[in-house]
């Protein structure tokens, strides 16, 4: 399935545990009596092997979401490597599902402000997932950027269907008055 469309989440993650699971049982020489020990060691060599999986898979020119989930795996050791995955990715999905699922991986890691840069640099808002603007907004909000949160919901009124965005509106504009109320001077 992953050779038809390298992006099927759902085959990637049960490709992912089989792999996870026959690395820790395994050791690198493939005897289950060497295998890992501890817990961190099975981790270890788990995030290994879908790292490799996902490295490969992302030689596919079409493949974003393998390097969606390489760049989760580095985010903590490999910051550049991370964004420059992230990038990657956002620039081979034309819907902007790799952008708005690269953007929740910087957030989850605590980088909000690497968030609003990589979406700043590739979001279309008339074109992609409106996913992105909650993703942006949150960011703003997160880096105590308010205005910068109203700038992206404000984007949003490029999007060519009002109604389906309308309940993500009113629930971003509920999350920057939440945020100014908490922010003195916002």
């Known amino acids: 399935m992953l050779s038809d469309d390298p992006n099927n989440e759902r085959a990637f993650s049960a490709l992912a545990e089989i792999v996870r699971r026959r690395a820790a049982e395994t050791s690198h020489d493939g005897d289950p009596l060497s295998a890992p020990t501890d817990e961190s060691e ?87 997932d409106p996913e992105i603007a909650r993703q942006l907004v949150l960011a703003a909000l997160e880096a105590d950027r308010p205005f910068e949160a109203k700038q992206h919901l404000a984007s949003l009124d490029l999007y060519p269907d009002a109604r389906a965005v309308a309940d993500l509106r009113a629930e971003l504009g509920r999350a920057i008055t939440q945020a100014q109320q908490h922010t003195p001077g916002a």
């Open 42 to 128: 099975r981790q270890r060599a788990a995030d290994l092997a879908v790292w490799s999986l996902g490295e490969e898979l992302a030689g596919n020119p079409r493949a974003w979401y393998p390097l969606i989930e390489v760049a989760r795996l580095s985010v903590r050791d490999d910051h550049e490597g991370t964004l420059r995955r992230l990038t990657t990715a956002a620039e081979r999905d034309p819907s902007g599902q790799a952008l708005a699922a690269g953007l929740g991986v910087l957030r989850d890691a605590g980088l909000p402000v690497d968030a609003l840069s990589l979406g700043v640099g590739h979001w279309r808002p008339r074109e992609h």
